[in-house]
Every structure is written in C-alpha cells, then in structure tokens.
C-alpha cells in the first residue's frame, strides 16, 4: 500500500460571530440554556453574500498555500449548496486554476470530510491519483428555523479543507478508514424538504442515541485497525455537534475528555467542515506529538457515520 499523508490543512470562516446573547433576543433562550446542553457559546455567519463555494475556495486557497504540493484530484462535500450545477469542487478547481484534474461532490451530511478522506484514499491506492483536495464547506444558518430554539442554537457556518498526497515526505500518515450507513435511520434527520419545510430537523433522542453507540463502536474498531492496545492512548477529533454527546462517550467508555479535540464552543456544528475546522486549529497550536495516533470521527444524517485514523 501508498503511504498516504496529510500534508496541509486549511479553513475558510466568516467573520460575522452570533453569540448566545444574541439568540436570546430572537428566541426564548439564554447563555445559560444553551452552554448547559450543547457547549457552544458563539458561532459564525456566512450571511447571504458569503455561499458555500466561496468558504470552500477560501479554506482551499489556505490549505494550498501552505504546500507545493498540486491537486490531481478535488472532493467537495457540502449538503447546503446554492446549485447543483456546476457542482462545487469544479467550481472551487476553477477558481484556483487547477488543470488535469478529476472532481466530484459527495454529500454524506456530518460525515462528509470522512467520506472525502476514504474516497480519496482509495482512488489513490487504486487510480494513481498522487494529491487529492478535500473540501468541506457549508452554510446550515440557511436551512436554520429561528423559531425553534432546540435547533436553532446549534448551528454556525464555515469550511474546511485538506490535502492528502503520497507524494508528501511529511505530515501525519493515514493509516486506516471506516465508512457506513444505518438506513434504517435515514428519516431521522431531514433538511431541503419535509412536509414542504425545507428547515433542518432532527428526532434528537433517536439520533443521539445512535451517535453515542456508533461513536464508541468506530472508535474499537479504529484502535484494533492500528494495533493500538485498550491502554494505549489516542486523540479523537469529532464531528462538532454537541459537547454532552462528547461527555457521553467519554464516560461511558472511560475515555479522557482532554483528547477530545473540539471546538464546538466557538464555531458551534457546521456538518462536514467541523472535523477540519477542530483539526487545523490542533495542528496549529501543535498539540500532537510525533508518533500520536489521532481518530478522526464523524457521523450525521443518512444515518452516515465514518472514522479514519492518523500518525502524526
């Protein structure tokens, strides 16, 4: 097999913030109510001007700054896009000028960055394809229902994106991947169209129920894919949606909360970009070592869920 590493990361984040404070003027909520049950203190706001594509080709344009490195291969998950035609990653080549190269959308909800990641991976292994750009971007504040303080406290806006190379002499190495559906569950998260409501929605205890079971199952699965022993320690890097789900998988299978790295509080859940959004800030302030092995996780409507693990 190609030893296949991650070799930049990079983030696209509106400026605009929304805090708790200022849900409270617009829904029968508070600072209070809303850090109790989620964690999540602010969040950002693309507003109307700032799309989907857009974040996707600024977090794309960071990520290649940071390499020599050039795409031969570009994903884009997003579940909030304005169009489907033309789809985003030929948008957001375009926009960066890449040539020679194959593109596609995914959508697999909250799980999209994962997917990205077995999906490049794998044409990688099997097609040749030598750097693969993953973007994750979305706008959930457009399919956010402002009446409905269960939901709407949740969710902010931004994009992420990395860049998978076997070409790469650096960066932590992909060493293992994890993808799946439990159908059965496919209407328990809905958004774009119920009932002629095209406003997120959510059975919240049938999904939470499922998320903290599939959670402590993929990460099992992960540690025995690398050798890892029940002792030996790693870092977990979640799809941000909320922090009592964190609490509850850490609890239940004795796991530190200090090697669950999110940043729910600030950035609140945005789908598919949270996993990368949380994972450039680590690797930014260097939290892991060399030689840390580092579980990346996410899960969402479908019901999708999928892991993949790094060696830094």
Not at 3 to 24: F, K
Not at 111 to 118: K, P, Q, T
Not at 142 to 169: K, M, P
Not at 247 to 258: K, Q, S
Request: with cysteine.
């Amino acid at each position: 097999m190609k030893q296949i590493r991650l070799a930049s990361i990079g983030v696209g984040l509106p400026e605009q913030r929304l805090t708790n404070q200022d849900l409270s003027k617009l829904v029968d909520t508070s600072d209070e109510w809303i850090v109790q049950r989620t964690g999540i203190r602010e969040r950002r706001i693309a507003g109307k001007d700032l799309l989907p594509e857009d974040m996707a080709t600024t977090a794309a344009k960071d990520c290649l700054s940071k390499t020599e490195l050039k795409p031969d291969l570009v994903i884009a998950s997003t579940n909030t896009t304005e169009r489907t035609i033309p789809y985003q990653s030929s948008v957001v080549a375009n926009r960066l000028g890449l040539e020679q190269i194959a593109a596609f959308d995914i959508s697999a909800a909250c799980s999209g960055m994962v997917y990205g990641i077995g999906a490049a991976w794998g044409m990688m292994e099997t097609l040749g394809f030598k750097n693969a750009l993953i973007t994750a971007s979305e706008r959930m504040t457009a399919f956010t229902d402002y009446t409905d303080r269960a939901s709407c406290v949740l969710f902010g806006d931004g994009a992420s994106s990395i860049l998978l190379s076997s070409e790469a002499s650096s960066g932590p190495e992909v060493l293992a991947v994890r993808l799946g559906t439990d159908a059965k569950g496919a209407n328990l998260i809905t958004m774009g169209a119920r009932d002629g409501n095209r406003n997120f929605w959510q059975d919240g205890k049938a999904v939470y129920l499922f998320v903290v079971s599939k959670v402590i199952e993929l990460m099992e699965s992960l540690r025995k894919a690398v050798g890892l022993g029940k002792a030996d320690p790693f870092y977990v890097v979640p799809h941000s949606a909320n922090r009592r789900m964190f609490e509850a998988i850490a609890d239940r299978c004795g796991f530190p909360m200090e090697r669950m790295i999110s940043n729910i509080d600030r950035f609140g859940n945005t789908s598919s970009a949270s996993i990368g959004i949380s994972l450039e800030e680590a690797w930014r302030e260097q939290r892991f070592k060399p030689g840390d092995v580092v579980f990346l996780i996410g899960y969402g409507a479908g019901l999708s869920w999928g892991g993949a693990a790094l060696r830094w």
